[in-house]
Structure formats: C-alpha cells, structure tokens
C-alpha cells in the first residue's frame, strides 16, 4: 500500500512563493480532503505530486517513490487535474483508447470504465459535444482506466449533478475502503464534509490544520464571560481564532480548554461557561484560512481541547 | 515496451480527429490545381513547353519543398494542440519521463508528414498522368524518377512535420508555432539568400529540388543531410524545452 508524503516542499515563481515548506502525510484507507482558498497551492502541490511541475525544494512522493520514478504510474495513480483535458473533436471512448494504448491496458477495460463512469451512452460522441459533469465522469473514468489503488483528484466534483456527487462519493469512499488512497481537493466544504475522513489545509501555501476531521471538528470551545471584549484580545493575542456566537458566546479555536481558562483565570476575567464545542467544516475552515492572519499562524492550530492530540497535528 | 506502446497511442490520437482529413482535402486540391495546370496551362507564347520533356514533367510534379511546409504545419498544429487543450496533462501522466513521450510523440507525427508527403506526391502524379492524355505529350518520367520524386516527399513530409513538432513543441501555442514553421520555412530562407548569397543552395525549396531530381545545386545526400537538420534542430529545441518547463 502507498502513503503519500510531501516533505517541506516549496515552490516559487519568481520571488511568488506559491508553496512554502509544506509537509503532511496522507495515508491509504482513508478519504482525505485538500483544502484552501483558491490560490492557495492545492493545484501546484498536486502538479508537483505528479512530476508535472519542478519542486523548489522538498519532496513530494508515493511511499520513497517519485511519480516519475513509479514503474507503472497509470496502474498506480489515478488522476483527475484539469477538467477540460480533452480534444473537443475526439470522442470520450478514443480518448480513452488513447491512453489505454500508452498505458498498455487491455482495451475491455474502456467499457468497464465507462459503464463505471455512467457515460456508455455517450461514448461516441465528441467531447466537444458533452457537458461539463460529463467531462467530469470522463475524466475520472480515465483515473480509473489502470484500476490504481491511488486516486489523486483536483475538484472532480465540479459540473457533477447531485446524482454524480453521490456516485463519487460512494465511488471514492469504496476505495478508501477495499484500501486505496484517495486524496481530493475540493471547495465543496458540505461535500467534503460528508466524504472525507481526513483533511489537510492549505493556505498561502502552507499547512494550517491536518488530521481527522471528527478530532478537527471538536476543536473548538464555547465560552460565556460578562467580559467578552478583553477576553477575545488576550485570546487572539494567543493565537485562537475568536468569534461572537448567538446567546453573547464566544467560540474561540486553536487554544486548547484548559489554556483558554487559564489565561481568564490568569487575566481575572470571570467565566460562566467553558465546553467543547463541534463547528461545521465550513466554520473550521474560515477560521484556519482567515485571509487577515499571516500564513501558518498559530491561530489556525486545529487542537482538539479535550482529545488526545495523537490524531491532530498543531502548527 | 512502453515506447511502442506510446507511439501507438499518439498515431492514435493523430487519427482520430479531423487533422489529417484536413491535410488530405488539401493535398487532393494541389493535385487538382496541378492537373488543372496541365490541361489549361499555357506557357507565353500560348505553346505547352513546359510539359514537352521528361525533365519538365518531373519539375512540375516536385512536391517535396509544398510537402515540408504542408507537414510542418501539420505538426506544429498536432504538438500544440496538446497545449492548447491540456491533453499534454494525461500524456505526461501516462509516460512522466518526457522524454520517452516526446519521442513517441515525434515519431508519430514523423510517420503522419512522411504518409502526407508519400500521398500528397503520388496524387499530384496521378492527377498529372490522368491530365496529361488531354495535351499532345503523353507520360515522360521513368518509373526511377517517379520512385525519386515519391521518396523525396516522403522524406520532406517527414523532415517537415519533425521540424513542425519540434516548434509547437518549443512554442505551444498553435497560432504562433504555425507562424514559426511558415517563417523558417517560407519568410526566412530568402532573407538569408539576401545576406549570403551562397544560402541559395541550402533553402529548403533548393534541398527538395535537389532530393527530386530536379535541382543540383549540392549533391543528393548533402541535400538530405541538410533536410535531416532543418527536422532535426527544432526537435531537439523542443524536446529540451519540454524537459525543462514545469505544465500549467
């Protein structure tokens, strides 16, 4: 089985620094989510992952192995990058013909994939012609094509109905499940919600948060003070993300339990309620990419104030 | 095996698009405008001289300097179209040393140019010999000349359309890598003839003379090693480019 590990990778063009020092970890049977404002390095890390782009420093590779240096990549990972990958005048099934041919792969395997990808019908007909959900399907039936146990996907969720999302999802989660690695970006926060087991996020180019997303999702405290305003400067002062909630709470992420009440304690601020509390991905995920914090602060620290920290990694 | 199983997927992806159909309707219209020219052409004074001798005849079916330019164009556009649409993206992931997809690729599009020049001259020869019954002088070139003439646009289809692949390669971008291939085949060589006149003898509308037949100006194999690195050059411009440049 292969994991997927990049190790302070960085990329820049020019003096833009795109990529800066990442490292995380992805590991097989398991859905793991890439997060991040667009710009934010998804895309290069991924093309950097496939040898598609020159790393400035770092490593990005499967298992000790580089993409490149993979004895059969196409049956090993399976991809899905740009959506419209495709000549316009060539049907779906030459195309896919097309890479079966390099590949070497037995050509009853088209129409499997196909069948898979639910575009059979369309088969024949010029790309040009098909929608972009059905461009989609097409693009992950050819990340198929080698049956890999890794799948590598940059928002293959783009243009697909709700019919398509729930055939991905179950496509995907049975993957991660029969063992294989699947790594997909998204900006679908309900959708990755609903796939991933895993996340890692990404912003400026660096790592915010990683770990599991029920641990991640944990990782905030809800907070009632009669003193909210000093309270939330002190707190950001230490690096928690600090937000005003409904009843004159404060939901304050990135410190854990005991530190938020320490520091009241230490500050004589009286508090009346200290509790974890569960946020939705899409508020962890403003919090950790808040575009007002410098890149990496600790603010985006995704600790779990009342759990082991063994499955979040704190920055 | 994975090279031949590399160039089978890029003469896949060259036929199964309109490109060569494209090629081929213009091929059959040089010939029909060659026919055309032998049942209609006159020379000034109103005589038919210029199809009177074996030598004229084979001049005027020549094909091979048309067949560089034509399968230039044809592979510049086959190489980058594959920037243009991405398609680059799953040809690299098949084969991530690109050099070996480069080289399929070239080779490919090698075998196109030369099947384009080897079709474009033999249906200028057909259209030429089903004219010529129309004038008063039959068919003159020998079946050796004719063998020329056919060898020399297969050589100049392909020299052409490596040196085509080679700039879209280098270039990517579809319009400017046609515009080089017209420029390096077409525009430049004259300007060069005008600074140093002894360039007239390496052009390529001189090389493709000489490899039919119809020229002399350097010998036959100084000719096709001359071809050979008008292919040659671009191509290695263009594989180191693809080395060197990140996809995005």
Redesign the interface.
Known sequence: MYSLQIENLTKRYRHDVVVDDLSFTVQPGRVTGFLGPNGAGKSTTMKILLDLASASRGRATFGPTRYRDLDDPTRTVGVVLEPNAFHPGRSGRNHLRILADGAGIDPARIEQVLEMAGIAYAADRRVGAYSLGMRQRLGIAAALLGDPPVLVLDEPGNGLDPQGIRWLRDLLRARAAAGGLVFVSSHLLAEVEHLADEVVVISHGRLVATGSLSTLRKAGVSVHTPEPRPLTRILTDAGAAVHAAPGGRLVVRGLPIAEIGDRACAAGIALHELAPEAGSLEELFLDWTDADKPAGAPAAAAKAPNEPQTEVVPL | ??WP??V???L??LT???LPWGFLAVLILFAGIDAAVVVWGTDMDGSKTFISTAEDQQSLMAFAFNAMLGTGLFGAIAVA?EYG???V?????????RSRAVLAQLTAVLLGGAVLGLVGQALIISGVALALPSTAYGFLVSAGNVTQLLAASTLAGATGAVLGAGLGAAIRNLGGAATAVVLALFMLPPLAVQLFNDAASWIPPTLGGVISGVSTEVTLWAAIAALLAYGLVPAAIGLLAVQRR???
């Open positions: 095996m994975t199983r590399l089978r997927g890029e896949r992806k199964t698009t309109k179209r649409h991405n398609t993206v799953p040809m690299f992931l098949t084969s991530p040393k990140d996809v995005v």
